[in-house]
């Protein structure tokens, strides 16, 4: 297929987002919105003067360098009208490139700084989805995010309100922050809850530590996906695990190149893994900070590892097994993205 003519299907392939941060989603001009509503100073008052303090550069070293970025995004995301209208907007940049459904994380306890409960900022957030789940004819449910960071109590809090909020708007749990300095031994018990609580879990893991972290975390925390998961070709072993337990991987090819996953494109797995057999799906982690699209995703994916347009097709299809979405829900997904592909002529 010629490069054009795979650009367009791209922009019109159903697409499905699995891992998206919240508060990585923020546009810059929502940033000066809320700031002037809430009388909030700033280091600049246009949109691109803004970005350098919320985007990653090419220089960026690691995880923590990565990270570092949300410290300036998360004071404007402290009352709920602010939370309810990223949410909103997340699907509305997702609906814009083509997908069906996303799946938005965000870790309640970091939005607690003004006395918003935990409960109430899942509540914000899953109102904003909504929102944008009519506004845009697609599907989103909430991740509610532990911090590896954060104390047992507050992610024992963050599992407890997530589980009230099961079938109503959120959908997993999820643990993300400083993978270095916290192996996910740490957090079993908390995970041992939301086990006992029935609800489904995903771990960032193999993205700034080894592949060892993949296997604890679907060991011994449950996760029935993993964020990332791109260490794993350091394992033979638990590649092989995971291979035979087609466990999905929320692969996040941008942003893993900007953390230091891997060192650079020659070395990222992802075609690799596809031909393999592993369960592949392609997200954005966070369209602000990474400076990416899902659609721009796509296209790396095409343009640097030759991905064709039924490979692409089965990456979505991947996505769409994969989610947290209850069945009727899913069934119809599946049927959504089904017809779309068939309509672009694609034959899986
Ligand atoms: O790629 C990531 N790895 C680990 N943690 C992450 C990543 N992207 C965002 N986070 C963190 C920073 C955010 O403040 C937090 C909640 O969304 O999750
Ligand atoms: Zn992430």
Not at 51 to 75: A, G, H, I, W
Not at 90 to 119: D, S
Request: aromatic share 8%; charged share 20%.
């Amino acid at each position: 297929m010629k490069q054009e003519r795979i650009g367009d299907v791209i922009r019109q392939l159903p697409k499905v987002d699995l891992h998206v941060h919240l508060d990585g989603s923020v546009r810059p001009e929502t940033v000066l919105a809320i700031a002037q509503l809430e009388g909030i100073e700033l280091p600049a008052y246009d949109a691109d003067a803004l970005l350098p303090f919320m985007q990653v550069n090419d220089s960026c070293q690691s995880l923590t360098e990565y990270l570092s970025k949300f410290d300036f995004t998360t004071r404007f995301l402290q009352t709920g009208q602010a939370l309810e209208r990223v949410a909103y907007e997340t699907v509305a940049q997702a609906a814009g490139h083509n997908c069906h459904y996303i799946e938005v994380r965000f870790a309640p306890q970091l939005h607690r700084r003004l006395g918003m409960t935990v409960e109430e900022a899942i509540h914000y957030v899953t109102q904003g989805l909504k929102r944008g789940e009519q506004q845009f004819g697609i599907q989103a449910r909430a991740i509610g995010i532990c911090m590896r960071n954060h104390s047992q109590a507050e992610n024992f809090e963050v599992i407890e309100a997530s589980a009230a909020y099961i079938g109503k708007g959120l959908a997993a749990v999820d643990l993300a922050g400083d993978e270095a300095s916290y192996p996910p031994e740490l957090f079993r018990e908390v995970f041992a809850r939301a086990h006992k609580l029935a609800i489904p879990v995903t771990i960032h893991a193999g993205e700034a530590a080894g592949a060892g972290n993949v296997y604890e975390a679907i060991s011994n925390l449950g996760a029935s996906r993993i964020g990332h998961g791109i260490r794993l070709q350091e394992n033979p072993d638990i590649l092989d695990m995971v291979l035979k337990q087609q466990i999905p991987l929320e692969m996040c090819p941008v942003s893993n190149i900007q953390t230091k996953a891997v060192a650079g494109w020659e070395t990222y797995p992802i075609r690799d893994y596809y031909d393999r057999g592993l369960n592949v799906t392609v997200n954005t982690d966070n369209p602000s900070v990474s400076g990416t699209d899902i659609t721009r995703e796509y296209r790396i994916l095409s343009e640097k590892f030759g991905f064709t347009a039924p490979e692409l097709a089965r990456i979505v299809m991947n996505g769409v097994e994969a989610a947290f979405l209850e069945d009727s829900n899913k069934q119809q997904l599946k049927k959504s993205c089904g017809e779309a592909i068939h309509a672009l002529g694609i034959h899986l």
